[in-house]
């Protein structure tokens, strides 16, 4: 039925498919020559990278849960790049160019999505997921989709 509009792919959940979409997945990401764990350890260590490297560097070695970089991250809230808000959207396409072009099943799993629209189906984050109220701004799904598109 023409008239029904794009498929949409919902992701956020552990035991649901396309976990790997998001940031906390298993999946290690080299960059700069160092091995980041998953692409939140990466995504986090950005936020410091230029100005503070040793804090990056704390967040990329701090532990092998997503959970624990993005926490040690928001300990150093105050010394985060000053102009992280223009720039994170570009970041997150950085680390995801990384991660799917480093992971081939990963990439054929997004390229097999077609033109579905991806959506994170996150209750708790209405920038990057789509939030409580299921009206967020999804910015992982569109970035997915833009990365599907290069890819």
Not at 14 to 39: D, E, I, Q, R
Not at 56 to 70: G, K
Not at 96 to 116: I, S, V, Y
């Amino acid at each position: 039925n023409p008239t029904r509009g794009p498929r949409r792919i919902f992701f956020y959940d552990k035991n649901a498919p396309h976990y790997g979409f998001t940031n906390f997945s298993a999946h290690p990401v080299h960059y700069n020559n160092k091995l980041y764990p998953t692409s939140e350890h990466l995504f986090q260590s950005l936020k410091f990278l230029q100005h503070r490297p040793d804090i990056a560097e704390r967040i990329r070695t701090c532990s092998d849960r997503p959970s624990v970089a993005f926490a040690e991250a928001r300990r150093y809230q105050s010394a985060v790049r000053p102009d992280w808000k223009n720039v994170n959207i570009r970041m997150m396409d950085l680390v995801l160019w990384q991660k799917f072009t480093q992971h081939a099943g990963l990439r054929q799993e997004l390229l097999a999505t077609g033109d579905a629209e991806l959506i994170e189906d996150s209750p708790k984050d209405d920038f990057w997921g789509n939030g409580a109220n299921k009206q967020g701004q999804n910015q992982l799904g569109k970035a997915l989709e833009r990365l599907r598109d290069q890819l």
